[in-house]
């Protein structure tokens, strides 16, 4: 009995950071550092939102509770995937930076 | 085109219709013993209508559609104390059922509940995907 050989893994093309920027961002194509800020200012974007429904939660100009509530939940974990992304990318860094000459 | 973290905001728009629903609701119990005389018409219940946001396409979600209001005939009721009644001693009174306005009541509490929960399960979904690698 055969057995077929392991198929290779595809090259990891897709975009690396596309934090959901649908019109910001374009996705694909474009360098790492230009995903970088273009997910970065969908961050700014999104924590703009939540502070703009804070304020708005504070003068009772709200209608929904949840608004502000679902906006801030997905600000905070956009947070966290940057920060990830961002120690993943500082992790490969050093390690190059330990690599001996 | 799929968003990111999307499942957390399309049930927000489930969790905005029912408090919507909740508000029609609400609105119609209010107004449930509102006589009018009978050359007026009396208050019609308001009905939301709820549709989906680009059914199968699009980045999913539900929005009101519109509101439906019910019958302003309302039902005629012999008052003749009333100040209002009319000559002949009737009174409009709207045709809104409690019982039925409580069973929407009820269901869309908990529709407002359960959307609430899926923002929750997926807020814990995302954060274990986010823990992968982590330490």
């Known amino acids: 009995m055969s057995i077929d050989a392991i198929a290779p893994v595809a090259g990891l093309t897709a975009p690396v950071l596309n934090l959901g920027a649908t019109s910001a961002a374009p996705p694909a194509s474009g360098d790492f550092a230009s995903q970088l800020s273009a997910s970065l200012q969908h961050l700014q974007d999104m924590q703009t939102n939540t502070d703009n429904l804070a304020v708005q939660a504070a003068t009772g100009q709200l209608a929904d509770v949840h608004d502000y509530i679902i906006a801030a939940t997905e600000a905070n974990l956009t947070t966290q995937l940057a920060v990830q992304v961002r120690n993943k990318a500082l992790d490969a860094f050093n390690e190059i930076m330990r690599m001996q000459a | ?135």
């Open chain 2, 1 to 135: 085109m799929t968003q990111l973290f999307g499942a957390i905001g399309i049930a927000g728009t489930g969790v905005t219709v029912y408090r919507k629903w909740l508000d029609a609701v609400s609105d119609n119990i209010a107004n449930l013993n509102d006589a009018k005389p009978t050359s007026q018409a009396a208050f019609q219940a308001r009905y939301v209508i709820a549709q989906a946001v680009h059914y199968g396409k699009g980045d999913g979600g539900v929005e009101i559609g519109g509101t439906a209001l019910g019958d302003p005939n309302g039902r005629l009721v012999y008052e003749p104390t009333n100040p209002i009644a009319d000559e002949n001693g009737y009174v409009r009174y709207p045709d809104i059922d409690l019982g039925s306005q409580m069973g929407q009541l009820i269901m869309a509490q908990r529709g407002y509940e359960a959307n609430l929960s899926v923002v929750d399960r997926a807020k814990d979904a995302y954060e274990a995907a986010l823990n992968i690698g982590k330490g």
